[in-house]
T-cell receptor, first 115, second 112 residues
Framework: NAGVTQTPKFQVLKTGQSMTLQCAQD?????MSWYRQDPGMGLRLIHY???????DQGEVPNGYNVSRSTTEDFPLRLLSAAPSQTSVYFC??????????????FGPGTRLTVL | KQEVTQIPAALSVPEGENLVLNCSFT??????LQWFRQDPGKGLTSLLL?????REQTSGRLNASLDKSSGRSTLYIAASQPGDSATYLC???????????FGTGTRLTIIP
């Protein structure tokens, strides 16, 4: 198993540009999520999905969009990049969520800089 | 709102020592608590997951305990090695909430 994969590893954008961060998992996990990690603020949830076709907002959803057309893929779209979105982005997955939610597996991250 | 605190933010110990990392949380209504390790520039690696009904979990030299009533968890590392140097994060999953709430981590350095 490749686990959770993310592309690209690094990205530099100009303010106002849009892009999609890719996330895929090969563990047949129902639950997938996106976090951003900023110094001194820990990891914060952006969006999550409990299954194909179902997504919901997390703690810091503004400026981001997601969709889940397959179990394997959960892309994160930046609609119009802003310097405040400079961060490290992590995708995570687990077999399920809630009371039965188990171990969360994280991807290697995407380091995004917005100029 | 759940808040997770990890103190100290940084810790240095000589190789071979046993050590304890601390994690505290404000709301005891949780599904589980998970300890992660993060190496510089890398993603998070899960170390141990403790369900709310459990008191502790062990994996090799690592032992994690959970005391829900006091809102505390500890990660015990036995016979520390330089390869244990990393940032250690704890995260809780609250009842009725799909997100993990993370602490800001303890950066551990093992001195050879």
């Amino acid at each position: 198993n490749a686990g959770v994969t993310q592309t690209p590893k690094f990205q530099v954008l100009k303010t106002g540009q849009s892009m999609t961060l890719q996330c895929a998992q090969d563990m047949n996990h129902e639950y997938m999520s996106w976090y951003r990690q900023d110094p001194g603020m820990g990891l914060r949830l952006i969006h999550y999905s409990v299954g194909a076709g179902i997504t919901d907002q997390g703690e810091v959803p503004n400026g981001y969009n997601v969709s889940r057309s397959t179990t394997e893929d959960f892309p994160l779209r930046l609609l119009s990049a802003a310097p405040s979105q400079t961060s490290v982005y992590f995708c995570a997955s687990s077999y399920t969520s809630g009371a039965l939610g188990g171990t969360q597996y994280f991807g290697p991250g995407t380091r995004l800089t917005v100029l | 709102k759940q808040e997770v605190t990890q103190i100290p933010a940084a810790l240095s110990v000589p190789e071979g020592e046993n050590l304890v990392l601390n994690c505290s949380f404000t709301d005891s209504a949780i599904y589980n608590l998970q300890w992660f390790r993060q190496d510089p520039g890398k993603g998070l690696t899960s170390l141990l997951l403790i369900q709310s009904s459990q008191r502790e979990q062990t994996s090799g030299r690592l032992n994690a305990s959970l005391d829900k009533s006091s809102g505390r968890s500890t990660l015990y590392i036995a016979a520390s090695q330089p390869g244990d140097s990393a940032t250690y994060l704890c995260a809780v999953r609250d009842f009725g909430n799909e997100k993990l709430t993370f602490g800001t981590g303890t950066r551990l350095t093992i001195i050879p």
